[in-house]
């Protein structure tokens, strides 16, 4: 079974930077299926905002391109979003998401295993 725990959220002032860690057990990043960040507003659906290839190239929201950086560490099965140059719009409850079945995918339902999301706050 497939498990995926965020860290690193917080309260952060517009222009500032976060990092944010998921860890992931029964899995590893050479095995099939990608692993993503997503976000969301109470109220709205579920946002993507990156996946990460095995290859190693990103995919990113374009409200987040150039600003946001996602990696990984396969030897840790550790996935990171760096999010610089915050903005208010940024504040959400940030998901680490995997995929048993699909890389380099935008879309929520690709994605079968959630963590329980690390909330972002970035005030003005």
């Known amino acids: 079974q497939v498990r995926v725990e965020e860290s690193g959220g917080g309260l952060v002032q517009a222009g500032g930077s976060l990092r944010l860690s998921c860890a992931a057990s029964?899995?590893?990043?050479?095995?099939?299926?990608?692993m993503a960040w997503f976000r969301q507003v109470p109220g709205k659906a579920r946002e993507f905002v990156a996946t990460?290839?095995?290859?190693?190239?990103?995919i990113y929201s374009d409200s987040v391109k150039g600003r946001f950086a996602i990696s990984r560490d396969s030897a840790k099965n550790m996935l990171f979003l760096q999010m610089n140059t915050l903005k208010s719009e940024d504040t959400a409850v940030y998901y680490c998401?995997?995929?048993?079945?699909?890389?380099?995918?935008?879309?929520?339902?690709?994605?079968?295993?959630w963590g329980q999301g690390t909330q972002v706050t970035v005030s003005s």
């Open positions: 998401a995997s995929s048993s079945r699909v890389w380099g995918s935008r879309k929520e339902s690709d994605y079968d295993s």
């Open positions: 990460i290839r095995p290859i190693g190239t990103s």
């Open positions: 029964g899995r590893t990043f050479s095995g099939r299926g990608g």
